[in-house]
């Protein structure tokens, strides 16, 4: 037996969901979405509005099921797949996320702002590999996008390619050199190499951009430990154990130095 319809009602049900939502009644939107799908079980702006306004209202489990019937009735609409793999990320399942953006960077290759997002979500899944060759399309496509070389930079810092990291943090300080994390970032990369000095001087410069940043004090110390410079060193601890960094604190407990 063919599944009731009657598109007409649907659609009445549809535009007062519109309406509702449009006053901000969320809760009564939402019964006239779910009454227009029910009324049309092919009515695909139904779907996709529902899904829309359960994703708004922090019901994401939901919202995936209609944006996967909505993918049902039309495969090839992006922007769907788009909205699911959102809702995705917010339940925690990067598998399906990326899955999602697998389905969307195949229907609009040249979209570089997909890839970016599909690489964030491959981050999270530890698939550094996969996340670089992300961000270096997405650098392909749109070289202006400079941020990109921060996170891409991150990624190579994490699977152990500290020169490439350099290089990426390196390009985006030329250009940026005011943002303090970069240059921690880029420091705790030359401490990987060894280049303890370089290290330090990129601590140094993040401490006088940002004197309350944590991180830098702690890292500054572990490369001045690297350099036998321990008086020094413990006082960076100090400081970023004052500071709230549990690393550093952790440390210095092993260490049994007051801090």
């Known amino acids: 037996m063919a599944p009731f319809r009657n598109p007409e009602f649907a659609r ?15 809760e009564l939107a939402l019964k006239n979405y779910t009454r227009s799908t029910e009324l049309d079980c092919e009515f695909l702006d139904a779907f996709l509005d529902l899904g829309d306004l359960l994703r708004d209202m922090g019901q994401a489990q939901r919202a995936a099921e209609n944006y996967t019937k909505a993918i049902e009735l039309d495969p090839t609409r992006a922007e769907t797949y788009i909205s699911r793999a959102h809702v995705y990320g917010t339940l925690g399942e990067y598998e399906l996320e990326v899955a999602d953006y697998d389905s969307a960077i195949t229907l609009m290759p040249h979209n570089p702002i997909l ?50 990291a350099i290089e990426d943090y390196t390009v985006f300080i030329d250009l940026h050199p005011e943002y303090a994390e970069t240059y921690v970032s880029r420091g705790k990369a030359w401490h990987s190499l060894g280049e303890y000095g370089k290290a330090i001087e990129d601590h140094d410069q993040a401490i006088e951009l940002s004197p309350d940043l944590a991180e830098a004090y702690y890292h500054r110390g572990l490369s001045r430990d690297g350099l036998k410079m321990t008086m020094p060193a413990i006082a960076d601890y100090r400081m970023a154990a004052q500071l709230g960094d549990k690393n550093a604190q952790k440390l210095l407990k092993k260490r049994k130095i007051l801090h």
């Open 12 to 26: 009445a049900y549809h535009r007062k969901g519109a309406a509702c939502r449009d006053i901000g009644n969320n």
């Open 115 to 164: 890839y970016g997002r599909r690489g964030a979500a491959l981050i999270l899944l530890k698939r550094y590999d996969e996340a670089i060759d992300d961000y270096s399309t997405l650098l392909a496509l749109k070289p202006t996008f400079l941020w990109v070389r921060v996170i891409r930079g991150d990624a190579y810092a994490a699977i152990g390619m500290n020169e490439e």
